[in-house]
């Protein structure tokens, strides 16, 4: 059995405790309100803070920077998911600073008017019956002092009228008064009678109509007070519980990001973004230096092959050419006294192979250094310029034909644009010579022979584009369709041959990279340091040629990479070598190739 409890006849006379208890009750309205305000600027302050590292992970970038590998794909994905993710945050302080704090504040307020004209006219009933009370305590005062003086008077008269020395005047004097004294008594007595009547019907409308209609308005008051708590804490669920579907989706998409990291995919990228196209080197062959001295052995002594045909080789060009091919990619470069030292070495052992040595040593010397190096006047020329060759020739072949096609697919961009210029600007020349008012045909002229002229220029681009795209395709295709000659004079190592067109990366890299093997008599005035680098890792320099360092090591740069991924380096120490690119911060100086600071 539910019981019911109204303020107006259970509390009618708390009016004081009820002023307390709905002040308290707005205080702790407001006291949420506060509390949600707090929630909603923590919930802007985290969609801000993950909109920043969404920023600070994912910047602008050059359709040259897109991402192309999918784990790299994947993770701007889930970038993306969590930018829309921090966006759902931002929907959930936005609701909830409209739809709670915003509705709390407004209702407090409206609270407060409420309860303070419920209070102002409980304390006007309250002071009306308090003036009731006092106007009948007055006249049951005024009445009870009339009384008094009325009995006085009636025992002032009582012992004259037995007082037989009394005079008679003196008597009825005193009658007189008693008479005046009781009438005053009887009009007090009515008058008390009346504001005792009075002040009791207003008590009993203050206690059973006044105050129980005020209280039970107190009461809706704050029962409406608790009932619009409960709907904002629902409310303060429900903006939750209305985005959860849609960061549901934001988790789902990163789930599913996570699920397009494709490694095999990636390799794939790796490989296409770096193949060469060159051919693997192939082994060294013996280059057998003592054919032609004589032999006394007996039957155990190890006979070498001698040269098919009989056909003896050329020392000077065997020794050039070794030494040439032992050059690879970091080879070592030779100094003039190294040269020097490996021709005198070699006529210790073969003496009777270069009779010149024996008449004069420094001649023949000096013609070795000639037929090995003819091209020393053009060293610092290319040394000091990298290759920029405009049909990109200076690269490996499957780097170049990747660039022929870029921009191939470039230029036909251009052109189609042009194109769809031209046809418009016709479009509008017929409506002009159609309708002369709207304009002159002939000032649009102009405009179409630039757009003519600028397609052809476009279109001879192309072709010449496509002639070296199929020229390095013809080349890629034939490269492995041809055998090795079979020419036994051929001093090129074993697996190496190849038809014409096709290059070894050797081959390739002396092309374009010819201060690295030309070099062997500049070594006495080193290159110029054009920049500097810090080891962002450490790498070993186990190969020949490479440079060992150590993480946040500084080097001096003293030439850039030129495609090869590679860039030369020297130590504050002096020792020179290559080092990955991709392993060194560079900041090349402003008076070099640019005040340009890269990685």
Not at 121 to 142: F, I, V
Not at 300 to 329: F, Y
Not at 395 to 420: F, G, N, T, Y
């Amino acid at each position: 059995m539910t019981l019911s409890h109204y303020f107006g006849t259970d509390l009618y006379d708390q009016f004081e405790n009820l002023d307390k208890h709905t002040q308290w009750g707005i205080d702790f309205l407001e006291r949420y309100s506060k509390f949600v305000k707090e929630r909603l600027e923590i919930e802007q302050t985290y969609a801000k803070q993950l909109r920043n590292l969404v920023k600070k992970y994912c910047p602008k970038r050059s359709k040259d920077d897109e991402p192309r590998f999918s784990s790299c794909v994947s993770f701007y994905s889930i970038l993306n998911e969590l930018n829309d993710y921090a966006g759902q945050r931002e929907v959930v302080a936005e609701e909830m600073g409209h739809k709670v704090y915003g509705e709390l504040m407004r209702y407090s307020q409206d609270l407060k008017s409420e309860r303070k004209q419920h209070l102002q006219e409980g304390r006007k009933a309250q002071q009306y019956l308090d003036q009731c009370w006092k106007q009948m305590d007055n006249s049951k005062k005024k009445f009870e002092r009339e009384c008094k003086e009325a009995e006085k008077s009636q025992i002032s008269y009582d012992r004259l009228d037995n007082d037989i020395n009394a005079t008679k005047s003196e008597v009825e004097k005193a009658k007189s008064q008693l008479y005046l004294r009781t009438h005053s008594a009887d009009e007090s007595k009515n008058e008390y009678a009346a504001q005792l009547q009075n002040f009791n019907g207003e008590q009993w409308k203050h206690f059973n109509v006044a105050i129980p209609q005020i209280f039970k308005n107190l009461q809706d008051m704050d029962e409406r007070r608790t009932v619009k708590l409960g709907e904002t804490y629902r409310s303060f669920a429900d903006v939750e519980r209305r985005v959860v579907p849609i960061i549901s989706k934001c988790l789902e998409g990163m789930v599913t990001a996570a699920k397009a990291v494709d490694q095999r995919k990636d390799s794939a990228i790796v490989v296409e973004s770096f193949k060469s196209g060159f051919e693997p080197p192939g082994d060294y062959p013996f280059e057998d230096y003592s054919q032609n001295l004589s032999r006394t052995g007996s039957d155990n002594t190890i006979s070498t092959p001698k040269n098919e045909g009989g056909v003896k080789p050329d020392p000077k060009h065997s020794i050039s050419k070794t030494a040439k091919n032992k050059l690879w990619l970091f080879g070592k470069k030779p100094k003039v006294r190294d040269l020097f030292c490996s021709i005198i070495t070699t006529l210790q052992y073969a003496p009777s192979l270069f009779p010149i040595f024996a008449s004069d040593p420094i001649a023949f010397c000096l013609s070795e250094m000639r037929t090995v190096k003819p091209r020393i006047a053009s060293f610092r020329g290319l040394k000091r310029r990298a290759p920029s060759l405009e049909d990109f020739s200076h690269l490996p072949p499957e780097q170049r034909r990747k660039r022929l096609q870029a921009r191939i697919d470039e230029l036909s961009k251009e052109l189609q644009k042009e194109v769809d210029q031209r046809d418009a600007l016709n479009k509008m020349k017929d409506v002009y010579e159609k309708n002369p008012q709207m304009g002159d045909p002939q000032s649009l002229q102009p405009k179409i022979s630039e757009t003519m002229c600028n397609m052809e220029k476009l279109r001879s681009e192309i072709h010449k584009n496509e002639s070296w795209l199929s020229e390095v395709e013809g080349k890629v295709s034939t490269r492995g369709d041809r055998r090795p000659s079979a020419d036994v004079n051929h001093h090129a190592p074993h697996g190496r041959e190849r038809s014409e067109g096709t290059q070894t990366h050797e081959e390739w890299y002396r092309s374009y990279h010819p201060d690295e093997f030309d070099d062997e008599f500049d070594d006495d005035d080193p290159l110029p340091v054009i920049g500097h680098c810090k080891a962002l890792y450490s790498f070993n320099g186990t190969n020949e040629g490479t440079l060992l360092m150590k993480e946040n090591e500084v080097l001096y740069i003293i030439e850039e990479d030129k495609g090869d991924g590679w860039t030369r380096a020297r130590k504050q120490s002096g020792e020179e070598g290559y080092v990955p690119t991709s392993y060194v911060e560079i900041a090349m100086e402003k008076n070099s190739k640019g005040a340009v600071t890269y990685i």
